[in-house]
């Protein structure tokens, strides 16, 4: 929430000292690529058994916008998300471990827009972005001799934030303006350099913006 404030005053700035018109809403969407990712972990050392990964199917956020010269506009925005994975270890069917990560998911994308003064005024993104994963909640529940439910249940917090990149390009179109209130659906896609905690490095999602 604390980069998502300073990316918000960064923009209030260069607004005022342009002396243009700087624009703020809401956003919210749903992945249409993958949500969900699994692989089957074969390991003597750490037992084996299926692993998971899954993204809740909503992204919602503020987005931040500002009007510069050419009549191009700077969009930066915060979208949330909520992760989590699940593997399965275990080295014989009573004896072994799941292990359960869940973690909130902040995306920035900051993106150079182009709109065309025709109707419904469709407009092209092209930008980067970057994605901070923290709070990661965790658990261990330890299988053996057979005891269900396990036998032991450890909970604890893992305070070490992952950041990846990526490039970001959507096309969308104004729908709907009235007054001060602009309706802006969109579809974006995302190419992340790693997989690393993502159900997949294509990201696309379908997405509808409330600006004011």
């Known amino acids: 929430m604390k980069i998502s404030f300073a ?13 243009q018109r700087f624009f703020f809403g809401v956003k919210g969407g749903t992945p249409l690529s993958d949500a969900n990712r699994s692989a089957e972990i074969d390991s003597r ?7 998971s990964l899954s993204t809740r199917r909503y ?37 072994g471990k799941i292990t359960r990560l869940a ?8 993106l150079l827009e182009h709109r065309w003064n025709r109707r419904f005024h469709p407009f092209a993104a092209l930008g980067g972005t970057f994605r901070r994963i ?30 990846q990149g990526g490039m970001a390009s959507g096309v969308g179109m104004l729908l ?8 802006t659906p969109e579809l974006r896609y995302t190419r992340w ?20």
Not at 137 to 156: C, I, K, M, W
């Open 7 to 19: 990316l918000a005053a960064v923009l209030l700035l260069c607004c005022e000292a342009n002396g």
């Open 45 to 51: 050392i750490s037992g084996d058994g299926p692993w």
């Open 59 to 95: 992204t919602v956020g503020g987005s931040f916008e500002v009007r510069v010269p050419f009549g191009l506009y700077v969009e930066v925005d915060a979208l949330y998300k909520r992760t989590d994975t699940t593997q399965n270890a275990f080295f014989s069917p009573s004896f």
């Open 103 to 110: 973690a909130n998911s902040w995306e920035f994308p900051m």
């Open 134 to 163: 923290e709070g990661f909640d965790a658990s261990v529940e330890t299988f053996a001799y057979g005891l269900n439910p396990p036998y032991f249940v450890s909970r604890y917090r893992i305070d070490q934030p992952l950041t």
């Open 176 to 183: 709907l303006s009235v007054g001060h209130l602009k309706i």
């Open 193 to 212: 350099t790693s997989i690393s905690f993502l159900p997949t490095q294509n990201q696309v999602e379908i997405l509808m913006g409330l600006g004011f």
